[in-house]
Nanobody, 119 residues
Framework: QVQLVESGGGLVQPGGSLRLSCAASGNMFGINLMAWYRQAPGKERELVASIISGGSTSTNYADSVKGRFTISRDTSKNMLYLQMNSLKPEDTAVYYC???????????WGQGTQVTVSS
């Protein structure tokens, strides 16, 4: 089992920045995909950014956040981060951390952290 705990959400004005953190614990053996998803009220959960580790590390971003958000992972500390800059009201959502083994059903979720972008 893997436990994920997100933190760093809050209320921020448009144009502001936030840094989300996800602390992972438990059996992280084989986890090679970590990601941030978000879900706004009345909408489906969507992928925001992912980071795949293995022989090399690759990142992927939703078009809506490219150039504004940066995902990073500190494997030595079992931490995942999402640096969010130039925030917009449409970024308002609950943000969830996900850890998984690619191409398997082994996938874990955190409880989410609320991000609200409003003046």
């Amino acid at each position: 089992q893997v436990q994920l705990v997100e933190s760093g959400g809050g209320l921020v004005q448009p144009g502001g920045s936030l840094r989300l953190s996800c602390a992972a614990s438990g059996n992280m053996f084989g986890i090679n995909l970590m990601a941030w998803y978000r879900q706004a009220p009345g909408k489906e959960r969507e992928l925001v950014a992912s980071i795949i580790s293995g022989g090399s590390t690759s990142t992927n971003y939703a078009d809506s956040v490219k150039g504004r958000f940066t995902i990073s992972r500190d494997t030595s500390k079992n931490m995942l981060y999402l640096q969010m800059n130039s925030l917009k009201p449409e970024d308002t959502a609950v943000y969830y951390c996900n850890a998984a083994i690619r191409y398997t059903i082994r996938s874990y979720w955190g409880q989410g952290t609320q991000v609200t972008v409003s003046s």
